[in-house]
């Protein structure tokens, strides 16, 4: 949930007070809290054009609003409030979340192709400023032929209190005294779920003390496709699927967890590596994933979307010393705290969008123009 929290560490900086979320508040009430500067239109007044047209809630939104961010892309209310802000001659702030990259444009192809030729690019050509979440994703933006200023600003995360283990005992006693590795993720094949479950078919047997969890709700009916693979190798009672997990339980699992791994084909910029960078959990990521931190802190392994090199990962992590990995687990804490914290980046979009209003250009965040 990166969006809300943005909003809600942008609206911390008592600059920009009145801040439009377009999502349903009942799915993000956790995220936002009862912040009365907070403002979300209803779910059922999105992905109309009518606003366009008739006027109505975003058009209205858009009008009062000095500033729009747009978040994500291909999806109905993205153009429609792209267009009232034009109309509305109001600046736009636009961030892709990892939709412009090669694998994701791939995805659907002929339909995006299409999409981007009579809608979509031609939206993004308006907006005063492009925000990306890596420098990668900054190419991009440039590949996809977008000129706009560039601005570089991750995803942030809060920074936990130290939780008990308990709930996630409680809720999944098959991992007392065992190794955790921790999936935590939507169950995509994007997310190189196949490969991590191919490769701990590989590693399994040789960690008897080790047991794979896999938390994350179901994307695209990609789990039972996933549950087959388990179940094919053999693997049902060293595999935990959790579905969905959010507060106490979620921190309560990190805080389980011996290894994150993410073995993803394409990531914009990945809030669950974040959580567990912060929870003081080791990483094992894929170069796809678009941070270099973490090898340049030691606080994990960078590796490519392969088997082979998913099981090697997993292997040596499991056969290190707990001491190792908990020196891992603490370089990570420190990387999150001086680079990710949310207030910092609420600072950093404060100030950008203190920039198109006409203030001066800011120091605190990269600019490609």
């Given amino acids: 949930m990166s969006v809300p929290a943005l909003v809600r560490a942008t609206a911390a900086t008592n600059r920009y007070n009145n801040l439009l979320l377009q999502m349903d508040r009942r799915a993000i009430s956790g995220a936002l809290g009862q912040d009365s500067r907070l403002q979300t239109i209803p779910q059922s007044a999105l992905g109309t054009y009518a606003n366009i047209v008739f006027g109505g809630e975003i058009d209205n939104a858009v009008r009062r609003s000095d500033v729009i961010h747009v978040h994500g892309l291909w999806q109905a209310h993205c153009i429609t409030t792209g267009l009232a802000a034009k109309r509305r001659r109001k600046p736009l702030v636009v961030s892709a979340h990892g939709m412009l990259e090669p694998w994701a444009l791939r995805n659907k192809h002929w339909k995006k192709w299409i999409y981007s030729l009579l809608v979509e690019r031609p939206n993004l050509r308006h907006a005063a400023v492009l925000r990306a979440l890596t420098r990668s994703e900054a190419c991009d933006y440039r590949t996809y032929g977008l000129s706009n200023p560039i601005v570089i600003i991750p995803n942030g995360v809060d920074i ?210």
């Fill in 160 to 369: 936990p209190s130290k939780t008990s283990t308990s709930l996630c005992y409680t809720s999944w006693p098959e991992l007392r005294g065992r190794q955790v590795v921790l999936y935590l993720s939507r169950i995509h094949y994007k997310k190189g779920i196949d490969l991590l479950v191919k490769a701990w078919a590989t590693v399994a047997q040789q960690f008897t003390d080790a047991h794979l969890v896999i938390a994350g709700p179901d994307f695209e009916k990609t789990r039972p496709i996933i549950e087959q693979l388990v179940r094919e190798r053999s693997l049902s009672n060293r595999v935990t699927f959790t579905g969905a997990v959010f507060g106490d339980v979620k921190a309560s699992l990190l805080n389980a967890a011996s290894v994150f791994v993410l073995p993803s084909h394409s990531e914009g910029f990945s809030i669950a590596v974040l959580e567990s960078l912060a929870a003081g959990v080791p990483v094992i990521i894929t170069k796809e994933c678009n941070f270099p931190d973490v090898t340049e802190s030691e606080s994990g392994w960078v590796i490519s979307p392969d088997v082979v090199q998913v099981a090697g990962a997993l292997k040596e992590a499991l056969e290190s010393p707990r001491s190792d990995l908990e020196a891992r687990g603490q370089r990570g804490m420190q990387l999150v705290r001086c680079k990710y914290s949310w207030s910092y980046i609420g600072q950093q979009m404060a100030d950008v969008y203190d920039w198109i209003l006409g203030g001066a250009r800011p120091n605190s965040v990269e600019i490609l123009d």
